[in-house]
């Protein structure tokens, strides 16, 4: 299917400003209707300053609204549109099209891959939460608390500087060669939020966080791929954090 | 499918979860409900800070900080309201630290805080750094932290359930309906005491730093009841959004030293606020950068933009204390703070008011203190009149915290002392109604131009300068595309995962915001804070000292009727006279 259409423009920016030409071509599925995902292509609009998903918002405004994927924010810090744009995992909102496409050229998108799709880009984030769930996520820490708050160097709260800047949106994860094959595995994001707590100066479970680490779902199934570290669009150095990890269970301590 | 709770909270941003932990502490059950995975809330998306009288840097007392709410709010705020937030907010923060936020750090390991416009020491005598940040990603680790801590207390979740309809009867909430996204079902929660945390309405404009899917769904459900929105003629504009793009750029990069300049690279702000300069509060910065621009000061190809300059900052502050946003500024325009000045312009932000509730979170009928039973509100969507005419930054997050806790503690104890009310019959209705009538019209107009011209002529007719001719055109035209709204083609029939449908909805909800908006910002013949009028140039405390209850009246369509409810202009111990504001 191929349609025509009026300039897509988030940024509604003066007449001036040139627009390009631009087939995205969509893997769609409806679980209603197809029995396997098929390929569709819309001509579109653009500005080379667009987000990737000005564009698909276009599409699904003016031209196809029963295309259908996660959204909120528009600026890549709601963690709701991992998308594969041109082959890689990426956030749309985060994706200008300058940086995909030249006039005239072709955006892919497809869903991330190894959780299931439930209709278009939009997948199933379950198994990803549960993932997320088994690292115990949460600050644990019984002793009384004092009156006013814990004392933390600075250099203490840097240690975690990266890993609490994770947004959950699971280009890592689904971006890894390991959780493709074997979904059981906690995956890169699971171990970035372990790592958020194991190097807390304030958290008292790093024992027990470093154990879930050791098990045959956790950190020793990373084959430092790298593939993680490409996918993060928040430039987190995910492959390290893993090996600093590992390094831990290895030790026995953060 | 029907459920059953003590305690149900919609909405799962800072407020919810807040709201959903303290309710839990209360031995009661708990739910709840959010059209977004909780951790996907526009509270992750708050960068500047949470204010609180620490004092870890520089002296500071909570009388200070009451005062600056007080102030900053043009005297509209409750003074109760303001002493409650500015003593809770202190605790507050220590125990979302004590949840383990990883908070910056001063050089002696306490929570890190930085100056933020319009909090001062000593009564307006100069800025104090009263915000305590993690980096500038504030709200991203208040909402991860209290997710994390929900996740701890075991709290249940209905994730991508759209609210759509309050069960209201004889005065009394009896639990809500929710549309399931994946399934297009509808369920029915019966409930003994409902939290409603659901955000704001910020797309209802065209410039915004809002997420797509604020689109005050609850203040128009609750709207549609008959009952009233509080003071929704205030509506914030943030000075520095990333121009043509509206995404905010925080406030907390002036608080490390970054200036406004004009074409010329004046620091124009000199001359609106001599004493405070760039930190002045929010209304006046906003309208200083509009001045600029109309008068033709502006920068960029439009010349409807100003710069901010970070380029005198340390490397080390910019790509540290204010990644974030160097981020933004690198991802989106192409430039580099550090070297480039970058262009800016205001951008719709937060709503002060809201659903109207007391200091207990309990959602308010009128205007003479009748109130809705087992109904409760907070944050962003609610109005516990704490920011009056105008909101100082930091003092949402700290919203969220305080009244989030305050309605999860009352909401518990509440259901603990009361059985469950019936259902209302057939409680699915309205909602079948809503959805038979959206699926079965065949009508041209789509959703998406009649939303974008509601959000260009509101950010005309209602924006951050305003006057009577165009408001009552913004009436008619709110009118009109309500008119063609009633039309709505919806063209996806399926079942699951509809989102062109809930698209639709949200469109309904949004246009329900900007009549109520609209009408109280016409009614009101003053400028007080965020609300300035080009045709009453002033503040007038003789006429105008009280909130505006704006109802949807049930028998005209279209029509508002406003009341008025009275401004509390004493707190508990202390009271601040209403003065000029000058900063
Ligand atoms: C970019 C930006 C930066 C900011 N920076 C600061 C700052 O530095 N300091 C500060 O104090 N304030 C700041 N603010 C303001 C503050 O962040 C917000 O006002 C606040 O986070 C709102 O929180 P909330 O819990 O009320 O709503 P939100 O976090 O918006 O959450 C709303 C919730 O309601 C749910 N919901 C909505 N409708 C429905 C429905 N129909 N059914 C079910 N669920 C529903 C959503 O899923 C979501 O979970 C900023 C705001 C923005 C936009
Ligand atoms: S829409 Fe929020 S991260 Fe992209």
């Known amino acids: 299917m191929t349609q025509t259409h009026a300039p897509t423009s988030a940024a509604p920016v003066s007449a001036s400003v040139p627009m390009i030409q631009l087939k995205v071509k969509v893997l769609r599925f409806d679980p209603e209707k197809d029995k396997k995902a098929h390929w569709t292509t819309y001509d579109v609009e653009a500005q080379a300053s667009d987000r990737v998903l000005d564009v698909i918002n276009h599409i699904k405004w003016y031209m196809e609204p029963s295309l259908t994927f996660r959204r909120s924010c528009m600026h890549g810090i709601c963690g709701s549109d991992a998308m594969l744009i041109n082959g890689r995992n990426r956030l749309a909102c985060k994706t200008l099209v300058r940086d995909v496409a030249k006039s005239g050229g072709t955006i892919t998108v497809e869903p991330i891959r190894g959780l299931k799709v439930e209709k278009d880009l939009l997948v199933d984030m379950e198994p990803f939460f549960d993932s997320y769930k088994a690292i115990m996520p949460y600050f644990i820490n019984e002793s009384p608390a004092p009156a006013a708050e814990r004392i933390q160097s600075e250099e203490e709260a840097e240690r975690m500087a990266h890993s609490s800047n994770c947004i959950l949106c699971a280009c890592c994860t689904t971006s890894c060669p390991i959780f493709w094959v074997n979904g059981s595995y906690l995956g890169p994001a699971a171990i970035v939020q372990a790592h958020r707590f194991i190097f807390d100066t304030r958290d008292e479970a790093t024992q027990q966080r470093l154990g879930i680490m050791n098990q045959n779902t956790g950190v020793w199934r990373c084959r430092t791929a790298y593939n993680c570290t490409e996918a993060c669009p928040r430039d987190i150095p995910i492959t390290q954090l893993i090996e600093e990890v590992k390094r831990a269970v290895m030790y026995g301590q953060a | ?583």
């Not at chain 2, 639990?175 to 945390?197: C, D, N, Q």
């Not at chain 2, 901010?308 to 990644?323: C, N, Q, S, W, Y």
């Not at chain 2, 900007?514 to 009453?536: I, K, P, Q, V, Y």
């Open chain 2, 1 to 583: 499918m029907h459920h059953r709770y003590d305690v149900l909270v919609v909405g799962a941003g800072g407020a919810g979860l807040m709201a959903a932990l303290y309710a839990a502490k209360g031995n009661v059950s708990v739910a709840c409900i959010s059209k977004l995975y909780p951790t996907r809330s526009h509270t992750g998306a708050a960068q500047g800070g949470i204010g609180a009288a620490l004092g870890n840097v520089q002296e500071d007392h909570w009388e200070w900080h009451m005062f600056d709410t007080v102030k900053g709010g043009d005297y509209l705020t409750d003074q109760d309201a303001a002493e409650v937030f500015a003593k809770d907010i202190i605790d507050a923060v220590y125990e979302l630290e004590h949840m383990g936020l990883p908070f910056s750090r001063t050089p002696d390991g306490k929570i890190a805080q930085r100056k933020f416009g319009g909090h001062t020491r000593d009564f307006g005598k100069a800025a104090v750094e009263r915000s305590c940040y993690a980096k500038d990603r504030t709200g991203h680790m208040i909402l991860q932290t209290l997710y994390q801590q929900n996740v701890k207390a075991g709290t249940t979740f209905y994730n991508e359930f759209h609210v759509t309809d309050l069960l209201i009867e004889d005065g009394r909430c009896r639990g809500v309906v929710a549309y399931e996204l994946s399934t297009g079902e509808l369920h029915t929660f019966h409930a003994k005491a409902v939290i409603l945390a659901a955000g704001g309405y910020g797309r209802a404009f065209k410039i915004t730093s809002n997420a797509l899917t604020l689109t005050g769904d609850l203040m128009s459900i609750y709207y549609r009841k008959g009952l009233p929105l509080e003071d929704m003629e205030f509506y914030q504009f943030h000075p520095t959004g990333l121009a043509k793009l509206g995404i905010l750029v925080t406030e907390g990069i002036r608080g490390e030293g970054g200036i406004l300049r004009n074409d010329s690279g004046e620091r124009f702000m000199e001359r609106y606020a001599p004493t405070i300069k760039d930190l002045a509060p929010r209304d006046i910065v906003s309208r200083s950068i509009i001045t600029e621009i109309r008068e033709g000061r502006g920068v960029g190809r439009d010349k409807d933009a100003v710069n901010i300059d970070l380029t005198h900052l340390p490397r080390e502050v910019i790509e540290g204390k204010l990644a974030e946003i160097t981020d933004l500024a690198r991802t989106y325009l192409g430039m580099d703070p550090v070297k480039d000045l970058v262009p800016i312009q205001p951008t719709a932000h937060y709503a002060m008011g809201g659903i109207p509730t007391d200091l207990n979170g309990l959602c308010l009928s009128d205007g003479n203190g009748g109130s809705v039973e087992g109904l409760y509100a907070a944050g962003e969507q609610a109005c516990v009149s704490l920011h009056g005419a105008n909101r100082l930054g930091t003092n949402s997050l700290g919203d969220l915290v305080v009244f989030g806790r305050r309605a999860g503690i009352y909401a518990a104890q509440y259901a603990r002392q009361v059985e469950f009310a019936d259902m209302p019959e057939n409680p699915e209705r309205e909602s079948v109604d809503l959805f038979d009538r959206l699926r079965a019209s065949n009508g041209k107009d789509n959703a998406a131009s009649i939303r974008k011209e509601l959000q260009e002529s509101m950010m005309n007719n209602v924006g951050i300068f305003r006057n009577g001719p165009d408001m009552a055109k913004q009436v008619g035209i709110v009118q009109e595309l309500k008119a063609r709204y009633a039309n709505v083609g919806v063209s996806d029939p399926s079942r699951r995962y509809n989102s062109e449908l809930i698209e639709a909805m949200e469109l309904g909800f949004m246009l329900d915001c900007a009549e109520a908006m609209t009408a109280s910002a016409l009614n009101r013949t003053e400028s007080r804070g965020a609300h300035d009028r080009e045709d009453f140039t002033t503040r007038d405390d003789e006429n105008w000292l009280k909130h505006t209850m704006a109802y949807k009246d049930l028998n005209r369509e279209g029509q508002v009727q406003i009341g008025y409810k009275p401004v509390s202009l004493k707190g508990f111990t202390r009271a601040f006279e209403p003065k000029p504001r000058v900063y």
